[in-house]
């Protein structure tokens, strides 16, 4: 260059691919060539802006699934191509009945150059979602940048579901006895599925369990009708024990979907105990004698034999026998009681006999057994009272008195009874004597009948049976 000449120079930087944003200070050097020396320095200030580029890809970009209630979830792998260190905010646009949602309203920092994250979409498919096909828009917004936005969609798409769901019965502290009536229970079922459904039941029991359903206004098996999504029907069930069943026992109602071919099920449960299971405890008092009409009672002690518990004792009476001859019921203030903790107390049942019933008994000597049976919160128990009643044989004229009495009167009225008929005969010859004075011209003879009736003895009392053929007695005249 000449003296006191200037150039222009054009000065090309070039960044490493790591650089981040910000001041990036350079010195230029300009020194003469040989021979000269001289040299001229200066410092220039380079601006590298913020750049952001986030990527989001989904690990499928269609969901398909049923309204289940099983959750789905689906992974949004977040990349920061951008040069500096960044956090999103995250928001979706979507179907609120599809109630999806972020598993954090934000991403993690992330940072530059290809630094990655990940964000997890949760779809919980929850009951009676319409099907169909929805969009979800998942948008990213940068917290150092709020003008910068991105975003990524999905579609998902929800199944005709079929799906159904049987509620349990809790019976528990609840006791039940072999050989009692029948009792009922109902168990709730919900179409929870996306469209509208029938249903079939099953029921499935353990040996020495009986179990019916009952048709009722909600569920006829006969014919079952129509169950619209997210409502439920009853299903009434008839249940009872063998007699002299002890332990547990399962109940489960297994209900089917016939609109999918009953290829979708689901049930519920109940479970029972039944017999005692050494809470309560019966000791029957011993057997009371009735010889006349009237009443007596029956005791029975009750012993809570639970450790800690209390418990509300229910006591009842099966008369058994008795009920064709008596009235048999657990006295008034025995019908239920609270016994504490190893406390007991007497129960009694009253045994009470009409006079009518008494003298109709169909032997002078009976017993009577009785059932008494105590339920409580925790336990039932069974035990069996006696009654005995004896009845004089003479009010009714039975056993041997009334063989000895029916010949005495079957004595008497032989003896009656020949009287009888020699008064017949003395009348009957005295008419016969006065027709002949009043009439001597023409003889003649009278014939007067006399019945002869026989008596025999039966068990009820004396019988009076005319003869098949009218005997008579023939007078003549001399």
């Known amino acids: ?20 944003p910000g001041l990036t200070e350079v010195t230029v050097l300009a020194s003469g060539q040989s ?16 750049e952001h580029n986030l990527s989001m890809v989904p690990s499928q970009d269609t969901l398909t699934a049923e309204a289940d209630g099983h959750t789905r979830t689906v992974d949004i792998e977040v990349t920061n191509f951008g040069n500096d260190l960044d956090r999103f905010d995250l928001s979706l646009t979507a179907d609120w009945t599809l109630g999806v949602t972020t598993h954090s309203p934000s991403t993690e920092e992330i940072g530059p150059f290809g ?73 709730e079922v919900s179409n929870v599925g996306n469209d509208f459904d029938s249903i079939h039941v099953e029921l499935i029991t353990t040996p020495g369990m009986s179990a019916d359903i009952i048709p009722n206004e909600q569920y006829n098996p006969a014919s079952p009708s129509l169950i619209e999504k997210g409502t439920s029907v009853n299903v009434t069930v008839s249940y009872s024990f063998d007699e002299g069943f002890n332990g547990q026992a399962v109940l ?3 209900a089917y979907s016939e609109q ?41 002690t009750v012993h809570n034999r639970h450790p800690t518990n209390d418990q509300l004792i229910v006591m009842e009476v ?6 064709n001859h008596a009235k048999v019921r657990i006295r008034t203030q025995d019908g ?29 000597e ?29 009010l009714v004229g039975g056993g041997d008195a009334d063989a000895e009495g029916g010949a005495t009167i079957m004595t008497w009225v032989t003896v009656i009874g020949g009287i009888l008929l020699a008064a017949a005969l003395i009348v009957s010859a005295s008419h016969t004597r006065s027709a002949v004075g009043e009439s001597l011209s023409s003889p003649s003879i009278v014939t007067s009948p006399a019945r002869i009736v026989i008596l025999r003895p039966v068990s009820s009392g004396i019988t009076l049976d005319p003869p098949s053929t009218s005997p008579t007695t023939s007078l003549s005249h001399r």
């Open 366 to 394: 009976m017993l009577f057994n009785l059932t008494v049976t105590a339920t409580g919160d925790d336990d039932v128990a069974q035990t069996t009272v006696t009654v005995r009643v004896l009845r004089d044989p003479s």
């Open 252 to 254: 489960k109602v297994k």
């Open 115 to 187: 630094d990655s994250s990940t964000v997890l979409l949760i779809f919980p498919m929850t009951y009676g979602i319409r099907p169909d096909t929805y969009i979800v828009v998942l948008e990213a917004v940068s917290r150092s940048d709020p003008t910068y936005v991105t975003s990524v969609q999905i579609e998902v798409e929800v199944l005709t579901t079929y799906l159904l769901e049987v509620s349990d019965v809790d019976m528990s502290g609840q006791t039940f006895q072999g050989g009692a009536d029948a009792k009922t229970t109902s168990f």
């Open 336 to 364: 239920s009681f609270v016994l504490a903790p190893d406390l007991q107390r007497t129960a009694s049942v009253k045994f009470e006999i009409t006079e009518t019933q008494f003298l109709n008994l169909p032997a002078n």
């Open 1 to 20: 260059m000449e003296k006191a000449a200037s150039q222009d120079f054009w000065i090309e930087f070039t960044g490493p691919d790591d650089l981040g």
């Open 260 to 300: 999918s071919g009953r290829t979708v099920s689901d049930e519920g449960e109940a479970t029972f105990q039944i017999g005692s299971q050494g809470w309560i405890e019966l000791t029957p008092g011993p057997v009371v004698v009735l010889d006349d009409a009237g009443w007596i009672y029956v005791n029975v």
């Open 318 to 323: 099966e008369p058994n026998e008795a009920r």
């Open 35 to 50: 021979p000269a020396t001289a040299q001229e320095t200066r410092k220039i200030q380079i601006l590298t802006p913020t």
